[in-house]
C-alpha cells in the first residue's frame, strides 16, 4: 500500500497557472496508477486527470482538457498536475489517489487528505 500527499494548492487569479504534486510514500509507487479528483463546495467529486503506470497513458475530464498535464515520476514517487487557464469553476478541493487497478472504487485505492485550490475571479 502507498500514502499519497498532495503539496499545498493555492489562491491564483483567473488565466494564471499552478502546478501540484502528489508525493506516494510507503509502497511501490510503479505498481499504481495515479490521478486527480476535486470536489467544489456543495457539489460531488469530479474526475481530473489519470495516468497509467508506466506514464505512457494519459486521460483528462472534459472540463479541463487542453488546460490540464498530468505526468509522473517514478524515480521521485511523484505526479503532477499542471494546470493553466484557470477559472473560478477550477476551485475546489484537489484529491491524489492511488489506484492498484482504474478506475478507482476497488480494495487497492489509497487516497491523499487534499489539498485547497482557489481561482479568483
Same mark, same amino acid.
Given at each position: 500500500?502507498?500514502?499519497?500527499?498532495?503539496?499545498?494548492?493555492?489562491?491564483?487569479?483567473? !488565466?494564471?497557472?499552478? /502546478?501540484? *504534486?502528489?508525493?506516494?510514500?510507503?509502497? &511501490?509507487?510503479?505498481? $499504481?496508477?495515479? =490521478?486527480?479528483?476535486? /470536489? @467544489?463546495?456543495?457539489?460531488?467529486?469530479?474526475?481530473? @486527470?489519470?495516468?497509467?503506470? !508506466?506514464?505512457?497513458?494519459?486521460? %483528462?475530464?472534459?472540463?479541463?482538457? =487542453? /488546460?490540464? &498535464?498530468? +505526468?509522473?515520476?517514478?524515480?521521485?514517487?511523484?505526479? $503532477?498536475?499542471?494546470?493553466?487557464?484557470?477559472?473560478?469553476?477550477? *476551485?475546489?478541493? %484537489? $484529491?491524489?489517489? @492511488? @489506484?492498484?487497478?482504474?478506475?478507482?472504487?476497488?480494495?487497492?485505492? %489509497?487516497?491523499?487528505?487534499?489539498?485547497?485550490? &482557489?481561482?479568483? +475571479?
Amino acid at each position: 500500500q502507498v500514502q499519497p500527499v498532495e503539496s499545498v494548492g493555492g489562491v491564483v487569479q483567473s !488565466g494564471g497557472s499552478l /502546478r501540484l *504534486s502528489c508525493t506516494a510514500s510507503g509502497g &511501490t509507487f510503479s505498481d $499504481y496508477s495515479m =490521478g486527480w479528483f476535486r /470536489r @467544489a463546495p456543495g457539489e460531488k467529486r469530479e474526475f481530473v @486527470a489519470s495516468i497509467n503506470w !508506466g506514464g505512457n497513458s494519459q486521460f %483528462y475530464g472534459d472540463t479541463v482538457k =487542453g /488546460r490540464a &498535464t498530468i +505526468s509522473r515520476d517514478n524515480g521521485k514517487k511523484i505526479v $503532477y498536475l499542471q494546470m493553466n487557464s484557470l477559472k473560478p469553476e477550477d *476551485s475546489g478541493v %484537489y $484529491y491524489c489517489v @492511488a @489506484a492498484r487497478d482504474w478506475p478507482p472504487g476497488g480494495d487497492n485505492d %489509497y487516497w491523499g487528505q487534499g489539498t485547497q485550490v &482557489t481561482v479568483s +475571479s
